[in-house]
């Protein structure tokens, strides 16, 4: 068998020339890691010399696996996400695999690691970005990616799911500004999240439209997390001329505020009104009842779901990137400030 000959290669023939087993090879092909490094050599070399055609994506078997990878899961949203990804998945007759990489290059490593043992259908990434060496790991196990509230600025090589924080964030800070508040304190998220510049710019937009004042001292900062809301709204309620309303870019982290308002004394809305950004199911149950931005996150993890299985069947999306409609859910937790 010549490097001319134009019969197709087999991985049987591949195998008997490489003096090892059909598992073997295969476990080459797939980029498995428990192949010694000299047999993976002499394997890759013969499947380039007989010109073996790794197949795409659409033509590979079916694992039935799909990888879900998050920062963190230690927040209510990450579950909205992992049941509106589990909702498709199960139609598809699709288990899904729940990953957290806490952000540190070991954990990264073993993960993927991890992926080449299973040959999953695709993988989702949440808020979370990987290096490029591990970017183009992927890319070669012909593994298509989607991600989700991408980090950084999206890359062209996958397709983003978001929602559309600036809009809803402006929309929020106009309510506030339409019941009279003037003094609007806003506590941020993450800076190097897109969607915390989003949040922090709808605000901003919404001051300048309205002909208000930029002030720097009531703009905290914050992480999503209730420990960062309760940090933030103490400091925004201890400033000599405090806010009328506390717009909270998270859900989580309005319920900080909310505890540093109790512990102040105050009343909301009475004293002081607080508005969120998720609308996790449970803060329809505070007291009063959360007023706050809907992100429509369980939407947003079908619509990734959906995106990477037709990727893993080798079909072409229709946008590299798609901003799911947020709305405010107006309740009890704002109202016209005091005169």
């Not at 901003?204 to 960062?228: K, S, T």
């Not at 004293?271 to 329809?284: A, K, T």
Request: proline share 7%.
């Amino acid at each position: 068998m010549g490097a001319n000959d134009n019969r197709t290669v087999t991985i049987a023939a591949i195998a008997r020339l490489a003096g090892v087993s059909v598992p073997t090879v295969s476990r080459v092909i797939n980029g498995r890691s428990d192949v010694a490094p000299q047999t993976r050599q002499r394997v890759e070399e013969l499947l380039s010399r007989h010109g073996y055609r790794r197949r795409p994506p659409s033509m590979r078997a079916s694992s039935g696996l799909v990888d879900l990878v998050f920062n963190d899961l230690d927040s209510p949203w990450a579950v909205e996400i992992i049941r509106g990804v589990e909702d498709v998945a199960h139609a598809a007759g699709v288990g899904t695999v729940v990953s957290a990489i806490h952000r540190r290059t070991s954990s990264a490593k073993q993960w993927l690691d991890n992926i080449r043992t299973r040959s999953t259908e695709g993988v989702i990434f949440v808020t979370s970005t990987l290096e490029p060496p591990q970017q183009a790991e992927l890319r070669r196990l012909n593994i298509p990616v989607v991600i989700v509230d991408p980090a950084g600025v999206p890359s062209q090589d996958a397709p983003t799911i978001g929602a559309t924080n600036w809009a809803g964030s402006l929309r929020a800070t106009e309510y506030l500004i339409g019941l009279g508040h003037r003094r609007i304190g806003f506590i941020a998220g993450l800076p190097q999240l897109m969607c915390s510049r989003a949040r922090m710019d709808g605000y901003r937009a919404a001051l300048e439209a309205a002909g208000l004042p930029i002030d720097d001292r009531l703009i905290q900062p914050g992480n999503f997390y209730h420990e960062a809301g309760f940090a933030g709204g103490a400091r925004l309620l201890a400033l000599a001329d405090p806010p009328t309303a506390i717009f909270a870019s998270s859900d989580q982290m309005a319920l900080g505020v909310y505890e540093a308002v109790r512990q102040r004394g105050l009343r909301m809305p009475g004293d002081i009104s607080v508005v969120g950004f998720d609308d996790l199911p449970e803060v329809r149950w505070c007291s009063p009842p959360l007023t706050t931005v809907r992100q429509p996150l369980s939407e947003m993890g079908m619509l990734a779901a959906r995106t990477v299985l037709r990727l893993a069947k080798g079909e072409k999306v229709e946008s590299p990137r798609v901003e799911l409609a947020t709305e405010l859910v107006i309740r009890d937790s704002a109202a016209p400030p005091k005169v």
